[in-house]
């Protein structure tokens, strides 16, 4: 979809806190439901693909893998580190080769700030050295309501919601700020413990007084 960047000068209702506002059309994310003008809404930037075995001797899987708020772009890599009998450990190392302080055990879920999966038992018990890697990308680019729990990109607020939109059933284009001045009391989801961040990507969020 080509993105179109318009400057605005006015507002029909209280959201705008001045003038000079950069709006873009941005595509909601499909299953976002009715979203209203005045929503922040943060960018889908970060996506988990599935576990890759290397050439290992065990013949176990890897399932349920997702994201953590602290996931890197780039590829992790699960090694077997200690064996056991239906079992072993395995390290966890991120994509700069650094290994996470906690390891993941066979059979059990493993969660951590980077990434959430769990490694299961095979027919065939895994050896020392046995890999999966997994690879994190960048995301569709689309935008979603933001949340401070998602882990997708999402969680970081930069941009507000400038037209009604309905992403029930399907993505949808919609137009989003991108800079501005906005008034606090009409900013859906906003804290003051987003100022900063939001400032940082030239959204100014004012509150009264």
Known sequence: MEMQRTSQTTSPDNLLAGGGHITETVTILSGEGAV????LLGKVCRQAGSAVAGANTGNGTVSGVS???????????LKCVATAGNGGTFAVIDPDGYALQAQATVGAAFTSGHLNFTINDGATDFALNDTFTIAVGSGSGKFRKYNSANADGSQYPSAILATDVDATAADKPADAYLAG???AESVTGYSNSLKDGLRSVGVVVKTNG
């Open 67 to 77: 994201l953590g708020g602290k996931a890197k772009l780039g590829t992790y890599t």
């Open 36 to 39: 209203s003008r005045g929503q």
């Open 181 to 183: 001045a906005f008034r």
